[in-house]
């Protein structure tokens, strides 16, 4: 039987935390053993939960989840990003997380949850979906492409001396934040993927 017809995605809410948590952290894991500097703080878990406990009431963020069985295997996150007004075009889908347990790599879940969360984003009016990859992540880069994703931009680093001093903290940035996004009011509607219904 395919494996594809076992795993079942569906949005994730607050009560799914633990299985949020689990994939992000191994997510995040991943990550840092690529560039130490995607490491995840200590208390990353409450950080989590707190965006979570925003993100599952709103129409701008959405957290999937694929389930098999009883045994959560992929997580896919979206958030509605605002730019400054500074700018023409504000707005886009933000894919901040995206991760699929190795045992059911290269069987189309990634595939399944990049449409799921593409029609989201379409469904709520974004008009393109945006990421960060790292640079040497030459698969997910490659499943990227493969699924219309094209580079823009690039992020390049200058590594300075360590410091004793903290930087100081910018009260504006910490409010926007502190939950992930700037997050708004709420409303709920189904939309279709495929044979996939998600909750938008
Ligand atoms: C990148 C990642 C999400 C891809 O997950 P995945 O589930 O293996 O991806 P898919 O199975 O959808 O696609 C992978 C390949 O399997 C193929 N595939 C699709 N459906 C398939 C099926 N039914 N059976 C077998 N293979 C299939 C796809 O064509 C794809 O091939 P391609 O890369 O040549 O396009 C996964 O490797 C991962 O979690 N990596 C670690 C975390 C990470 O890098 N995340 C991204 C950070 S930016």
Same mark, same amino acid.
């Given at each position: 039987?395919?494996?594809?017809?076992? *795993?079942?995605?569906?949005?994730?809410?607050?009560?799914?935390?633990?299985?949020?948590?689990?994939?992000?952290?191994?997510? $995040?894991?991943?990550?840092?053993?690529?560039?130490?500097?995607?490491?995840?703080?200590?208390?990353?878990?409450?950080?989590?939960?707190?965006?979570?406990?925003?993100?599952?009431? $709103?129409? $701008?963020?959405?957290?999937?989840?694929?389930?098999?069985?009883?045994?959560?295997?992929?997580?896919?996150?979206?958030?509605?990003?605002?730019?400054?007004?500074?700018?023409?075009?504000? $707005?886009?889908?933000?894919?901040?997380?995206?991760?699929?347990?190795?045992?059911?790599?290269?069987?189309?879940?990634?595939?399944?949850?990049?449409?799921?969360?593409?029609?989201?984003?379409?469904?709520?009016?974004?008009?393109?979906?945006?990421?960060?990859?790292?640079?040497?992540?030459?698969?997910?880069?490659?499943?990227?492409?493969?699924?219309?994703?094209?580079?823009?931009?690039?992020?390049?680093?200058?590594?300075?001396?360590?410091?004793?001093?903290?930087?100081?903290?910018?009260?504006?940035?910490?409010?926007?934040?502190?939950?992930?996004?700037?997050?708004?009011?709420?409303?709920?509607? *189904?939309?279709? *993927?495929?044979?996939?219904?998600?909750?938008?």
């Amino acid at each position: 039987m395919d494996i594809m017809l076992l *795993v079942t995605l569906r949005r994730a809410t607050q009560a799914d935390l633990a299985a949020v948590q689990q994939l992000f952290g191994a997510l $995040h894991s991943f990550n840092a053993t690529l560039d130490a500097r995607f490491a995840l703080a200590d208390g990353w878990e409450t950080v989590l939960k707190e965006h979570l406990g925003h993100a599952c009431d $709103h129409p $701008h963020s959405l957290t999937v989840l694929a389930w098999a069985d009883d045994e959560p295997v992929g997580l896919l996150m979206l958030d509605g990003h605002t730019d400054s007004p500074l700018f023409r075009h504000r $707005h886009w889908a933000e894919l901040v997380a995206l991760y699929v347990a190795p045992s059911q790599r290269g069987s189309g879940l990634a595939t399944r949850l990049v449409a799921a969360g593409s029609a989201w984003a379409h469904a709520q009016g974004y008009d393109r979906v945006q990421l960060y990859v790292t640079r040497s992540n030459l698969s997910a880069q490659h499943f990227y492409v493969r699924h219309g994703f094209a580079p823009v931009q690039e992020v390049w680093r200058l590594e300075l001396e360590p410091s004793d001093r903290l930087p100081p903290d910018d009260p504006d940035c910490e409010a926007v934040y502190a939950h992930g996004h700037n997050l708004l009011s709420s409303h709920q509607h *189904v939309i279709a *993927v495929g044979d996939e219904e998600i909750p938008a």
